[in-house]
């Protein structure tokens, strides 16, 4: 665990970091993000101690940093920067040997981990491991870099813009790849990086800074539904949450007031209340607004001779959803049932809405073309 | 005038003359290039380090490069007298330029992620330096070395001027005798002498080139 308490940065009479408080959790990939000078990557470079705060205190594992060897607080931290970061005058496996060769590992052991290591980054070592860092492409190059950084098994990883210099279809590669990785390492890791796609992607949280502060540190979910600040609304893009379908809730987009009765109104009073409000459908609910079911146009229609009020006709255990389910989920559960609308409860069954297709239509309509 | 022949005789005869005294402008370059990269190479990274001073140390060294090499000559007599030992201490003095100069700017032209890296990797200051900082300077100290080494050879001409022999001598006494072939005996393996330390000098240059580094 990483914690920041009133971490202070100045450079003469200039901060650069204002007071920051943060703590990261063990496993947790945590995204530094904001625009250039906003302290993201001092923020990391403290981790590390390659910057020293001004005032403050920084904890790793509830022991503070400021109080340990830099030289061995560094060689317990991996660190992964920008594609030239690797060594040119060294070979992979001299690169990827750097710190188990500072903490005097034997060279058996060096070499084994080296082999390891480039196996669980995908290049195999007969091929890669004797290869000097000018014959690899920005995409090998950046993995060796990242091998580079797990040698010694860390707990902690920071990452510095690693993926910058690589071209859009490499990077989203990597990121995938680091991804997977992660699954699989459970390292807690920093990760700094200017672009809001690469944050969202990768993040377990997002700290969003500005002029040395946070603005906010969350879930990505929760950043592109609740941003707390206009500065970060500007900064995800405000049309963003509706790029990344998962994010739109069922709340977002459903009707709130749909047409509802209580079971014991009667046909012609149902028949009224719809064709007034120009719907083919109504919602039963009981007093408390729960849910019981549904009944259409048609079924007051094919019942009028037989039946006289709602509860003897409607169709009840209908298909519901959450207002917190994703857009996604419903239009699995719409096309998967073939049903044209699907009503809203909260998890006690109370009514908050009604999804159908035309809303569906006409909201994604205002989104994207609108 | 006299035909190619007359000079490769005159030279064949002096044969035994010419080796000696090339032997001893081997010497005399060896030993004050020698010390010139014992002492430059440190003070160029010490300079590195202390940036405050690496004006000022630059400075005299380019100072002492501009004082035209014989009153340099001159200047030393008071204090050394003659033979070999000012003739080296000039030498030196001029080979130390560009020593110094290209290890501090070979160090400092080490991009600046290179040392982010080492640091962040948790290297001590001499690891830094050992591993990473020296060997992508070498290439760049190397030039330096073969700057100083070329322009040393001609410089050791100077030191028969205070009996300190060398190629140089038959040079100044085909000058006194106004003989043509005694200065051309002197001056062609002088020339052969430049032309082959630098080109040993460039092979060197490409061995220490980290193969990493080589196109």
Not at chain 1, 342 to 354: C, N
Not at chain 2, 116 to 128: H, I, P
Request: one cysteine or more; glycine letters at 8%.
């Amino acid at each position: 665990m990483i914690r920041f308490e009133n971490v202070v940065k100045s450079y003469g009479d200039t901060e650069v970091i204002k007071g920051i408080n943060l703590e990261i959790s063990n496993s947790e990939l945590v995204v530094f993000i904001g625009p250039s000078g906003c302290g993201k990557t001092t923020s990391l470079k403290m981790i590390n101690r390659l910057i020293e705060p001004t005032s403050g205190t920084i904890y790793i594992n509830d022991q503070d940093i400021l109080k340990m060897d830099p030289i061995e607080l560094r060689r317990n931290i991996g660190y992964v920067i920008q594609q030239i970061g690797l060594f040119p005058h060294m070979t992979v496996g001299e690169n990827i040997e750097l710190v188990p060769l500072l903490k005097n590992w034997p060279k058996t052991k060096r070499r084994e981990r080296a082999k390891e290591l480039l196996n669980l980054v995908g290049m195999p070592p007969d091929e890669y491991i004797d290869r000097y860092p000018s014959e690899l492409s920005g995409g090998q190059q950046q993995r060796i870099g990242v091998a580079r950084a797990l040698a010694t098994n860390p707990d902690v990883i920071l990452m510095d813009e690693p993926f910058s210099a690589l071209d859009p279809i490499t990077r989203a590669q990597l990121q995938d790849e680091l991804f997977n990785l992660q699954q699989e390492l459970h390292k807690t890791i920093v990760f700094v990086t200017h672009d809001m796609d690469e944050a969202l992607k990768l993040g377990d949280r997002i700290c969003i800074m500005k002029d040395g502060q946070i603005l906010q540190f969350d879930t990505p979910e929760n950043l592109l539904r609740h941003p707390a600040h206009g500065f970060v609304e500007e900064f995800i893009g405000k049309k963003r949450m509706w790029q990344q379908p998962e994010y739109v809730k069922v709340e977002d987009i459903m009707i709130q007031n749909p047409i509802k009765a209580i079971p014991t109104r009667t046909l012609t009073q149902a028949m009224e209340i719809m064709s007034g409000s120009g719907v083919d459908s109504i919602l039963i609910v009981n007093e408390r607004n729960q849910l019981l079911g549904i009944a259409t146009a048609n079924d007051i229609r094919s019942k009028w001779d037989t039946a006289k009020r709602l509860e003897e006709i409607y169709t009840r255990n209908v298909l519901s959803v959450h207002p917190d389910d994703s857009i996604v989920e419903v239009l699995k559960l719409m096309s998967q049932n073939n049903i044209g609308y699907v009503p809203v409860v909260d998890v006690s069954g109370i009514l908050k809405g009604l999804i159908t297709r035309s809303s569906l239509v006409k909201v994604l309509g205002e989104k994207y073309v609108g | 005038m006299a035909t190619i022949n007359e000079y490769l005789t005159f030279m064949s005869d002096r044969i035994d003359q010419i080796f000696t005294l090339t032997g001893q402008h081997i010497y005399l370059t060896l030993i004050a290039v020698a010390i010139a990269i014992l002492i430059g190479v440190p003070l160029g990274i010490l300079i590195t380090r202390v940036d405050s001073i690496s004006g000022l140390v630059i400075g005299i060294a380019n100072a002492v490069q501009a004082i035209p090499s014989l009153a340099l000559l001159g200047f030393l007599i008071p204090f050394l007298g003659i033979g070999s030992t000012p003739s080296i201490v000039m030498i030196f003095l001029y080979s130390l330029l560009p020593i110094i100069k290209n290890t501090y700017t070979g160090l400092a032209n080490v991009d600046r992620a290179m040392i982010e890296a080492g640091r962040g990797m948790g290297m001590t200051d001499a690891q830094l330096m050992r591993m990473v900082q020296l060997p992508l300077a070498l290439p760049v100290i190397m030039a330096g070395i073969r700057i100083s080494a070329v322009t040393a050879v001609g410089l050791t001409t100077l030191a028969a001027l205070i009996g300190a022999g060398g190629l140089g001598q038959l040079i100044y006494r085909g000058i006194s005798m106004v003989n043509n072939k005694m200065i051309i005996s002197g001056a062609i393996p002088a020339m052969i002498l430049a032309l082959l330390v630098d080109f040993v000098l460039s092979i060197m240059e490409r061995i220490v080139t980290p193969k990493g580094l080589k196109k």
